[in-house]
């Protein structure tokens, strides 16, 4: 039971290049979510998906866009990169674990430097 | 506007030196709120969660504890090992499980 997987864990781009970072969970979770962790700034919520074949934004969605692939996978896309975008990027599953309110559980991260 | 605030910012304890930080909220409508524990280079650790006023939870030397308008997080004679940033988080009503993260608190324990 690996949890969350996120890949690459490390990537430098250059402005105006795209990528996406993918995100896998083995934990049979419905809700999948991007953060962006910045100093100073906490994490914030990127875009996150309820269940599979939805998706919403979040707090800061300008510049990003998801895929929930299917129950497992959700990745993140940047179009064209900008040096706004270097941040370390974590991907969260959830699951009911009481009757009030869902568990978030994160993978280990994504280091991303745009030039 | 919700708000999560968290201090202090950073805090450097002597190992058996125990203390608390504090997560203060100002939203309506309070689900649940969590504790993590994140290490450097690391994404967060899931420690508690709380529901209600006046509920505690405990794990090792941690012992959360949460009002109608902050939640602490009481180390107890803490050691080297304990050290990390600890994060809190707000679960709102209708805002489909979405939290809303503190900027957290950088805990150093030393020898």
């Known amino acids: 039971n690996a949890g969350v997987t996120q890949t690459p864990k490390f990537q430098v781009l250059k402005t105006g290049q795209s990528m996406t970072l993918q995100c896998a969970q083995d934990?049979?979770?419905?809700?999948m979510y991007w953060y962006r962790q910045d100093p100073g700034m906490g994490l914030r919520l990127i875009y996150y998906?309820?269940?599979?074949?939805?998706?919403d934004k979040g707090e800061v969605p300008n510049g990003y866009n998801v895929s929930r692939l299917n129950k497992r996978e959700f990745s993140l896309r940047l179009e064209s990169a900008a040096p706004s975008q270097t941040s370390v990027y974590f991907c969260?599953?959830?699951?009911?674990?009481?009757?009030?309110?869902?568990?978030?559980?994160f993978g280990p991260g994504t280091r991303l430097t745009v030039l | 506007e919700d708000q999560v605030t968290q201090s202090p910012e950073a805090l450097r304890l002597q190992e058996g030196e125990s203390s608390s930080l504090n997560c203060s909220y100002t939203?309506?409508?309070?689900?649940?709120l969590f504790w993590y524990r994140q290490d450097p280079g690391k994404g967060p650790e899931f420690l508690f969660t709380?529901?209600?006023a006046g509920e505690e939870k405990e794990k090792e030397r941690l012992k959360a504890t949460l009002t109608k308008k902050e939640s602490f997080l009481h180390i107890t004679a803490p050691k080297p090992e304990d050290s990390a940033t600890y994060l809190c988080?707000?679960?709102?009503?209708?805002?489909?499980?979405?939290?809303?993260f503190g900027t957290g608190t950088r805990l150093q324990v030393t020898l």
């Open positions: 709380l529901y209600s």
């Open positions: 939203v309506s409508g309070l689900r649940g």
């Open positions: 998906s309820a269940s599979e074949g939805t998706t």
């Open positions: 934990m049979n979770h419905n809700s």
């Open positions: 988080a707000v679960d709102l009503v209708g805002t489909a499980s979405k939290l809303t």
């Open positions: 969260a599953s959830s699951g009911r674990t009481s009757g009030y309110t869902d568990t978030q559980y």
